[in-house]
């Protein structure tokens, strides 16, 4: 089985689903996780398809780090956390959820321990109101 182009990244790609947006340029798309494990839970996603890093280019990949570095910059400032993890998963076996590629950047704070395997939908009004403050520290 090869690329799905109705998957839920290629869907938010060509904006027939919502997102909360912090981030975009030729390359490369960052927006909130629906799903955050920790406050400012961000998707880093290529524009190019591709399942996972076998799929893409290493010119696409370089784009999506650089976006990753970016992004997670601004998080590190806005929102202060203790640290920040950068991870990505190939494969359903490695626990994909979903076969556009994706860089997750995932904020740690100490009085708030982050949740492995979220499955609560944020309220959409949170996630908006991280993805402003991401936003704007990235504007500065
Ligand atoms: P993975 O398990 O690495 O494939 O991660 C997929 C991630 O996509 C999970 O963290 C989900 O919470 C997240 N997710 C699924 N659907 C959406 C959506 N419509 N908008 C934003 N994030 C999503």
């Known amino acids: 089985m090869g690329y799905d182009d109705d998957n839920v990244f290629a869907k938010i790609l060509r904006d027939e689903m919502p997102s909360h947006r912090v981030y975009e340029d030729e390359q490369t798309l960052a927006f909130m996780d629906i799903m955050p494990v920790s406050k400012g839970h961000t998707l880093v996603i290529p524009k190019t398809k591709g399942e996972n890093i076998f799929d893409l280019d290493a010119e696409s990949l370089a784009a999506v780090i650089k976006t990753t570095k970016r992004v997670a910059e ?5 929102l202060e956390p203790s640290g920040v993890i950068v991870t990505q998963l190939n494969g359903a076996k490695a626990g994909q959820t979903v076969f556009h590629y994706h860089m997750h950047i995932i904020p740690v704070y100490e009085k708030a321990p982050f949740q492995p395997h979220a499955n609560d939908l944020e309220d959409s009004e ?6 402003e403050t991401i936003k704007q520290t990235l504007l500065q």
Request: aromatic share 0%; charged share 20%.
């Open 126 to 131: 949170i996630l908006a109101s991280t993805a």
């Open 74 to 78: 601004a998080i590190k400032k806005a």
